[in-house]
């Protein structure tokens, strides 16, 4: 499998998730020889099992740069992804619960209209109006047009496509073991490489081992289609709390409408360490909570569940940059929730970064030499 | 509904009211243990004893029926067991939705008694309406439907292309053809070693002589089947030559596959694509046992004696009265081994599909679509194979056919499609199981009048 | 096969009347009065009854309000409403 890749490459890059496939793709555009390799298969790992939302997330002013750039390079690629990729412009809507709620709701618009995102304070006739199976009540929402979804699998592919266009080489069932000075290394076959990115998500610390990130766990259930039953990504304001605290479980409502008009429904998180096993409980509280805000989804037929591992760090903020510690390597792994958004801006940050250019956000906030510095005696 | 419909607690829990789940919970209640038996449909019977609520059973049913329900064991008819899981103290709680409410049964012990289902192939016009299995036509006609004047064809694999002929052709259809895939002198050396068998034998023989009067050819497969909206005809071949035959309905059906979801949701091994047991029925699950097609497709009377011995042992009575048992076990395990070498799939089927025939019904996925060098994992995500409602029971076989793909993915819940509302323990009354109310968005078309 | 006026069940199959036998699967029901088209698939292809016994979902319609309902599982039921056509692109 290793045998036959004699031939030197640019930038090899570890791991065909969504993250790495933007990353490939944004360095073979750069015309770098580009290897992408995978241990198992592209977006076998946490891409596969999350929610495709695209989403502009405030927790900080860093993640608001980084999911305002990455949304506005989705809306840009649109018209060219294919149909197989599920593109939808559908929104999200954040939803208020009561009148505390719709004062953040009011802080995060101010904040929306400060940064140039499009944005709208809704109120509760108007929340019912663009989604009646919300339950009666609700104090209102916000509204971001710009937010969307996609079906990830699909487009990991894609941009793996575009980077194949572009010169670059898959390689699935390659196992790195082991990264060094510019060199990665499977089995007995070592790859050189001036540039090599640990775009590995959950699994990135067996590589780099200083990175702090560990398996986040999280819950899904997807419906049978149900055409019409919610337009926009709904979110309670609590999602934000929920990411936000590493505390040992949490569920928040959130409730997405697919282009199958399959309804995919979220969300929990734990930390578990890499235990797969669904958790009846919590998915049952994660339901109950879904129903708590729309009622109707209790008449729902349930397809499936699944649980998948967010690659979390301690300030939600993904690793993106240089890493000194082993010559050539750059981080691009931490991603927590929001690894599908943030895939396109990631790899703009890396490409920008690895070509010397000045990136379009300040990339600072993302550097992973703040881990090292962080870290603690083990 | 109120808690006491819907929480149950026994000795011995039974899924599955086909024969084998009868046989099972009649011998375990009549051994003194408490047990409840659940099944999805709204009666008792299972597929080949199927028979509508208050209509007269099968005759071969009737013995047991009574003996069930004079045993005292319980029955929860129309309920879905969408989870299945060990409780902390060792034994085993049953989660099922029944009219839109959960419930939950708890059992110290469990006989799996699942059954089996169609293996269906994809071939061109598969999926016009009218084209129903073999086992389907059976089913349908069992729970009332009529196909008195209707023009049939069955093709497809097995023994029973039999006794669905001769049941059809009892329902008043024009049956045109009876078409077995296997070549002649392999069913007829079958046919022939059958004089072992005298039950077996009398069995075929009536069958047969049920629809004497229509061509039953052997080496004959369907290649396509060609309608609009429905069903108008379909093309025939034994390999030399094609010949179209109108008609109302097409049967097919390529043998048996067990109902394996359930014992490897709950952990059973597997071993060639059938539930491994012991001598006592037990599986490699503590307090699991596991009885009839799940072990290997055998038929009703190999269905039953496995039955009886899953429910003694079950009940802790294994000792008891299960030599005889055994024994004839053993023999009617080795005529099951027989029908499936005579039986055995021709290659010629793997080349029906064309790249624009649909594989995976649930989500409308072409055979060109999937990549031979994908995994059963990678069709699934990249082109969403296996991922609608039927969770792949339809297009796995046909894919494990067609391409090798072996279907050992990890069954959670819910091991059958459920209300969302009974995954979360949410009872059926009115704010919570809400209509979903008709919106403009909603897209129901009526079908008729296409 | 239906039983006739007397078995006393009426129900709505998008919006026509029927009159079928107790005991009969709402499947029966509605194969007997012609209708062998019951959803569409995701490319908008009808598709009906094809296994019979629950396992292939392809039989679903929307019964009482509620979507996805195999129609070979469900027993007829006097005042039933039943509406096809449901799924699809």
């Known amino acids: 499998m290793v045998g036959d890749l004699t031939s030197r490459h640019d930038a090899i890059v570890v791991g065909a998730g969504i993250v790495g496939a933007a990353c490939a793709h944004a360095l073979a555009r750069d015309g770098l020889r580009v290897l992408l390799l995978d241990a198992r298969y592209a977006a076998g790992g946490s891409t596969s099992a999350g929610m495709g939302h695209l989403v502009v997330m405030d927790d900080s002013s860093a993640q608001l740069a980084l999911t305002r750039l990455s949304t506005e390079l989705w ?53 019912a109006m663009l989604e009646p199976q919300l339950r009666p009540g609700l104090a209102g929402g916000l509204l971001v047009p710009g937010d969307g979804v996609v079906y990830q699998p699909s487009a990991t592919l894609w941009l793996i496509e575009q980077a194949r266009e572009s010169g670059a080489t898959l390689r699935e069932g390659v196992r790195v073991d082991r ?133 979390a760090t301690p300030d939600k903020l993904p690793l993106v940059g240089a890493w000194p510690e082993t010559r050539g390597l750059w981080i691009a792994a931490g991603h927590e929730g929001l690894g599908i958004t943030t895939s396109l801006g990631t790899a703009r940050l890396i490409a920008d970064l690895v070509a010397g250019r000045e990136p379009p956000i300040d990339a600072t906030p993302f550097a992973p030499t703040r881990a090292i510095a962080a870290a603690t005696v083990h | ?87 902390d103290r060792d034994g085993f709680v049953v989660a099922f939705e029944r009219a839109g409410a959960p419930g939950e049964l708890r059992a110290r012990a469990l006989v799996l008694a699942t059954g089996a289902r169609e293996r269906f192939l994809p071939f061109p016009g598969w999926t016009i309406p009218g084209v129903i299995g073999v ?71 009536r069958y047969r002589a049920g629809f004497l009067r229509v061509p039953y050819r052997l080496g004959e497969w369907v290649t396509e089947a060609r309608g609009a909206s429905v069903l108008t005809s379909v093309v025939m071949t034994d390999g030399r030559s094609s010949r179209a035959i109108p008609c109302d309905l097409l049967c097919v059906g390529f043998g048996l ?151 050992d993915a990890v069954i959670r819940a819910p091991v059958t499609p459920t209300l969302l509302g009974a995954m979360c323990g949410r009872e059926g009354d009115a704010p919570s199981v809400a209509r979903v109310p008709s919106q403009p968005g909603n897209r129901n078309a009526p079908m008729r009048d296409e | 096969m239906a039983d006739g006026p007397t078995a006393g069940i009426v ?48 039989c679903r319609v929307t019964i009482d309000g509620i979507a996805h309902r195999r129609a070979c599982l469900v027993l007829v039921a006097n005042g039933m409403r039943v509406e096809t056509g449901g799924d699809g692109a």
Not at chain 1, 80 to 87: K, Q
Not at chain 2, 65 to 70: D, G, N, P, Y
Not at chain 2, 169 to 184: D, I, N, T
Not at chain 3, 17 to 37: D, E, F, K, Q, Y
């Open chain 2, 135 to 205: 086992g389907g036509a059976q089913a349908l006609l069992k729970a009332g439907a009529s196909v008195r004047g209707k023009t049939i064809v069955i093709a497809g694999s097995g023994p029973l292309l039999l006794p669905v002929a001769a049941s059809l052709v009892h329902a008043g259809a024009h049956l045109a053809l009876v078409a077995e895939q296997a070549p002649a002198r392999r069913v007829a050396s079958f046919a022939v070693g059958l004089w072992r068998r005298p039950a077996a034998l009398r069995d075929a023989v």
């Open chain 2, 1 to 87: 509904m109120s808690a006491s419909n819907r929480e149950f607690d026994a000795d011995v829990a039974v899924i599955g009211a086909g024969p084998a789940g009868i046989a099972a919970a009649t011998r375990a209640a009549e051994a003194g243990a408490r047990v409840v038996i659940v099944d999805e449909s709204p009666n008792v019977g299972g597929q080949i004893w199927r028979h509508r609520p208050g209509a007269a059973a099968p005759t071969g049913a009737i013995r047991w029926l009574a003996r069930l329900e004079r045993s005292g064991a319980r029955v929860l008819a129309e309920s879905t067991v969408f989870d299945l899981h060990r409780d």
């Open chain 2, 257 to 407: 596959v067990p109902n394996t979801e359930l014992p490897r949701h709950v952990g059973c091994s597997i071993a060639d694509g059938v539930v491994r047991v012991d001598d006592r029925q037990a599986t490699s699950v503590q307090g699991v046992f596991c009885a009839g097609e799940p072990t290997g497709i055998g038929g009703v009377d190999l269905a039953l004696v496995e039955g009886e011995i899953a429910g003694l042992c079950a009940a802790e009575q294994g000792g008891a009265a299960s030599s005889p048992l055994r024994a004839r076990r053993a023999r009617l395990r080795r005529l099951a081994a027989e029908m499936d070498r005579a039986f055995a799939l021709r290659d010629e089927l793997r080349r029906l599909p064309t790249a624009e025939t649909i594989v995976c019904r649930c989500e409308d996925v072409a055979y060109g679509a999937l990549y031979r060098d994908w995994s059963p994992r990678q069709a699934k995500l990249y082109a969403r194979a296996g991922m609608g409602a039927c969770q792949g029971r339809v297009c796995g076989p046909a894919l494990e056919f067609l391409l090798g793909w072996d279907g």
């Open chain 1, 75 to 127: 809306r840009a690629l649109a018209r060219e992804l294919p149909p197989a990729v599920e593109h939808e412009p559908c929104g999200t809507i954040w939803v208020a619960s009561d009148e505390s709620e719709l004062d953040a709701v009011r802080a995060k618009h101010a904040l929306c209209a400060r940064e140039g995102i499009a944005s709208e304070v809704l109120g509760p006739r108007e929340l």
């Open chain 3, 11 to 58: 129900m709505h199959v998008d919006g026509v009347a029927m009159h079928p036998g107790a005991g009969t699967s709402v499947a029966a029901a509605m194969l007997n009065a012609g209708t062998w088209g019951f959803r569409r698939s995701v490319r908008g292809e009808p598709r009906g009854p094809l296994c019979g016994m629950g396992i292939c979902h392809e």
């Open chain 1, 179 to 311: 990264i060094s000075d510019h060199a990665v290394h499977c089995g007995a076959t070592v790859l050189r490489a001036d540039v090599i990115v640990n775009a590995a998500g959950a699994d990135a610390p067996r590589l780099t081992t200083a990175l702090p990130i560990v398996p986040r766990k999280g819950h899904l259930a997807i419906t049978d289609r149900h055409p019409g039953f919610v337009r926009h990504q709904l979110v309670e304001l609590g999602y934000l709390a929920s990411a936000h605290t590493m505390t040992t479980e949490s569920v928040a409502f959130n409730v997405q409408p697919r282009a199958t008009h399959q309804v995919l429904v979220g969300s929990s998180r734990e930390l578990v360490g890499w235990d797969a096993s669904l958790n009846r409980r919590i998915l049952s509280r994660m339901l109950e909570r879904a129903i708590a805000y729309m009622p109707a989804l209790a008449a729902l037929s349930v397809v499936r569940t699944w649980t998948g591992f967010r690659p």
